[in-house]
């Protein structure tokens, strides 16, 4: 199991401040006036939009001309989250989930950032799990169609599969599996890497797009946009069956499959087992290795020298960004015409850019998107290219 997609989402306590509420603009029904998740949620789209490419302006100054304005959906603004990791914490005969604030949780129990649906299936979680005396429950965790409850415990409650059973006879709520993950050690790594066990229905997923992916697996919380995005890159990489793609942290294989299908020789990389395995299932054209980048290079340059034509890369690294000796091997051996980024961090962006453009490449475009609506976060998609000789 991909335990990375989940801890790097975990917030440390002490970093959780109160927002500040104008009290004259109304919060939408269900929103917690104390939740710090939402610092734009009584911004207009418009206040939202500015304060964003603002700070992408000054993040990214030195490429201040190649920012482009930022790309929405201004209809799936509320009600859009269907992947969420909440604490939980027991206290007047009941389960609350929500965010870590010291040593409480606030419960988010009708939060109109996440869907309906998600909203529902927490509050039948809230009538048919057992007290923590039975059930020492940690956190409750949502990755689109397939859910997760981690316990610290090693102990399995014998009568969990059938509370399931009763609690979710018929599935009105849009789920495929619910899985236990059994972590005694549960905390600020939220995941086990061991004792899955599931409890209820189907061991994998199908997202919109029809690619397969499982509870642990890394998906976009937005995941419109994230599609907007791929073919932004694709548009501007142009894979072919005479133009090689190399896809660097690859996933579940959203994007090779896109190059794939439009003829192109595609290989990827990526860390975690389960994304792995859905990848190769997603996109069974492309060649996929497991492992960190830094790892898989002799891999990588022995798929490049079969290749006919000079390749063009895929990047969608962690927010910490790539790492220096990868992106000068990216750079300097690999040599792509083409390079696309999707980046979660402008600081890390930043500092990549410069190696890039010292070792050639040019920036074409930085294309923000609104991945995050409600909140200061904001991705950014860099295409670059390798100007060829005057």
Request: charged share 20%; proline share 10%; with cysteine.
């Amino acid at each position: 199991m991909l335990q990375a997609a989940w801890d790097n989402g975990a917030t440390s306590p002490s970093r959780l401040a109160v927002p500040m509420v104008d009290p004259k603009i109304p919060l939408r029904p269900g929103c917690e006036p104390a939740c710090p998740a939402c610092p734009h949620r009584q911004w207009t789209p418009e206040q939202s939009h500015r304060q964003k490419q603002d700070w992408l302006l000054q993040r990214l100054a030195p490429w201040k001309e190649y920012l482009a304005p930022l790309r929405d959906q201004p209809e799936q603004r509320w009600g859009y989250r269907r992947r969420t990791c909440l604490s939980a914490s027991w206290r007047e005969g009941g389960w609350h989930f929500g965010l870590q604030a010291g040593d409480e949780v606030l419960a988010i129990p009708d939060c109109p950032v996440h869907a309906p649906e998600t909203n529902q299936v927490l509050r039948l979680l809230r009538e048919c799990l057992p007290p923590p005396d039975r059930f020492p429950l940690r956190f409750v965790v949502q990755n689109e169609k397939q859910w997760t409850l981690v316990v610290k415990s090693r102990q399995f409650p014998e009568d969990l599969r059938t509370r399931f059973n009763l609690a979710f006879a018929g599935n009105p709520f849009d789920v495929d599996g619910f899985w236990l993950n059994l972590h005694p050690a549960a905390g600020r790594r939220v995941f086990s890497p061991k004792h899955w066990q599931l409890l209820w229905g189907e061991t994998l997923s199908r997202n919109q797009a029809g690619l397969v992916y499982g509870p642990a697996c890394f998906l976009q919380v937005h995941p419109s946009l994230h599609r907007a995005s791929l073919h932004e890159a694709s548009e501007f990489l142009q894979p072919s069956p005479g133009r090689p793609v190399m896809d660097l942290f690859c996933g579940i294989g959203a994007g090779l499959r896109l190059w794939a299908d439009a003829g192109a020789p595609t290989a990827g990389v990526e860390l975690g087992s389960e994304a792995v395995a859905c990848a190769r299932r997603n996109a069974p054209q492309a060649e996929i290795w497991m492992g960190r980048v830094e790892h898989r290079r002799p891999q990588v340059e022995t798929w490049l020298d079969r290749q006919s034509a000079t390749p063009v890369v895929y990047l969608n690294p962690p927010r910490t960004g790539m790492d220096r000796p990868s992106l000068e091997w990216l750079a300097e051996k690999v040599r792509p015409s083409k390079l696309v980024y999707l980046s979660c961090s402008a600081g890390t962006l930043a500092r990549d850019l410069e190696v890039l453009e010292g070792a050639g490449f040019a920036v074409h475009t930085l294309r923000p998107y609104d991945f995050f609506p409600q909140t200061l976060h904001v991705e950014v998609l860099a295409l670059l290219h390798r100007p060829g000789p005057r």
